[in-house]
């Protein structure tokens, strides 16, 4: 038999053996099993030679014994009884099958597998597997701890999506075979913006079809923004001029509009005239304090601040915007909502861009027959809030975490993408911060808590 075989009595003592079995250890007869398997000098603490004197079933074990010369053999056990003719057992047969070799095999298998999983845990960047209906099947440790480790399809997980990516690269690689890459924006499950650089292998099964692609994506959020700051003068510039082009024609217009109209004596044509000139300056006034604002970090002149009144003078500033954009501009005071310590010139800017977005979002949705924005303020023992609320156009969870990253906006080139960025630094720099409650197509809410104490 190509196993070694030993017949023992119910002290454990060898009282046959194979050819096989004296090859590897010798004759054996008349010792306890034990000793010649493993140079023991008592019973092993499990063992199926014993349990089978026991119940006269038959048993099975895994066991590493020890060859003369200390060599070392894993053998399988399995062991049966053999009765005399009342049935009883007398002695116990036992069949040992070398398995040294499958078990080196098995060790550097598992060798292997706990690299692979060591790489792929600890690898520096965000590793998923994906299945053809983009569903993340396996992610790595770095990957859970930033975006969480629910499942699901990875756009959803991601990007907050509802619907696929429009260039994939996993779907691409699903569909040609080959590696794929691409950069991307992605949110954390804290919601915020992740620069990635993506990179799509395919994972074919035995039959050579791609079953899985693995999605590799190194985080490259810092050299994006070292980047930024060498570029974004120029994307700035870029950004703003059509802006200001835009509001020295309308500047233009109202200066029209008052000379003609102290030409003809024309007081209505005068009146509309000037408000065409103030709401013009003003918003170029304020573009201007949004650049200065990015272009040079400076520090807080904080003082003792009436947060009522500042909210009432940032509504003053918008009141001629809201009348020719035909949207009423309320504004309502929780008495008493008393001082903070702030920077009375940064505030007024950050409340003022807030309102002005507010009115943006409604000017662009075409859906409503009316539109208005309210803002509020209020305040308890430690902090003061603003809320500035529209009925406008909303925004998606995707627009939402981008709303104050820089040069973002969801007007196109109606927009510079600098006002909710300014201002959430202003307020951030007040050690406060700016949440966003809105929905698609209703409305958004912004909420601005700033602390009454300088900290």
């Known amino acids: 038999m190509p196993c070694y075989v030993s017949v023992q009595d119910k002290d454990l003592r060898i009282i046959e053996t194979n050819r096989r079995f004296r090859e590897e250890f010798g004759q054996g007869i008349g010792e306890p099993c034990f000793k ?8 092993c603490p499990v063992c199926p030679v014993a349990k089978t004197f026991e119940d006269g079933q038959s048993h099975n074990s895994e066991e590493l014994v020890q060859a003369p010369g200390g060599k070392p053999v894993w053998v399988i056990v399995y062991t049966c009884p053999i009765r ?15 398995i040294t070799q499958v078990k080196t095999l098995q060790k550097k298998l598992d060798d292997s597998q706990r690299l692979y999983r060591l790489l792929f845990e600890e690898v520096p960047c965000y590793i998923s597997v994906q299945d053809r209906d983009l569903n993340i099947i396996h992610a790595n440790r770095r990957f859970q701890e930033d975006f969480g480790d629910k499942k699901g399809r990875c756009y959803e997980i991601y990007k907050h999506r509802s619907e696929p990516c429009l260039v994939c690269p996993v779907a691409a690689t699903f569909e040609d075979g080959q590696a794929h890459q691409s950069e991307e924006v992605v949110a954390s499950r804290s919601g915020e913006p992740v620069n990635v650089l993506v990179h799509a292998a395919p994972i074919p099964n035995d039959q050579g079809e791609i079953a899985q692609v693995m999605e590799m994506s190194a985080n490259i959020t810092e050299i994006r923004r070292l980047q930024e700051q060498l570029t974004s003068l120029g994307l700035l510039v870029g950004s703003i001029s059509h802006g200001i082009k835009g509001l020295l024609t309308g500047l233009h217009g109202g200066i029209y509009m008052l000379k003609s109209g102290a030409q003809n004596q024309d007081e209505a044509r005068i009146s509309r005239g000037w408000e065409m000139i103030e709401v013009n300056e003003a918003r170029i006034r304020s573009m201007i304090h949004d650049i200065l604002y990015y272009a040079k970090e400076r520090d807080l002149e904080t003082q003792s601040v009436d947060a009522a009144g500042l909210l009432k003078q940032a509504c003053e500033r ?13 504004c309502l005071i929780d008495a008493p909502v008393g001082e903070l310590e702030a920077d009375a010139d940064a505030l007024h800017s950050a409340l003022a861009n807030l309102l002005d977005n507010s009115l943006d979002a409604c000017r662009v949705d075409k859906k409503k027959a009316g539109h208005r924005v309210t803002a509020r303020a209020r305040g308890d023992n430690e902090h003061v809030f603003f809320e500035i609320m529209d009925n406008g156009i909303g925004m998606d969870q995707e627009t939402r975490e981008k709303a104050f990253s820089l040069f973002f906006s969801s007007k196109g080139t109606e ?7 300014i201002a959430n630094k202003i307020v951030a720099k007040h050690k406060g911060a700016i949440a966003i409650d809105s929905t698609f ?7 601005v808590r700033i602390p009454r104490k300088k900290g």
């Open 36 to 43: 010649v398997y493993k140079h023991r000098e008592e019973k």
């Open 84 to 98: 005399d003719s009342q049935g009883q057992v007398t002695s116990v047969i036992e069949m040992s099958t070398d």
């Open 318 to 330: 918008l009141e001629v915007r809201a009348r020719n954009l035909n949207v009423p501009l309320d």
């Open 415 to 421: 927009g510079t993408g600098l006002g909710l960025f």
């Open 441 to 447: 197509g209703q409305g958004t809410q912004f909420t």
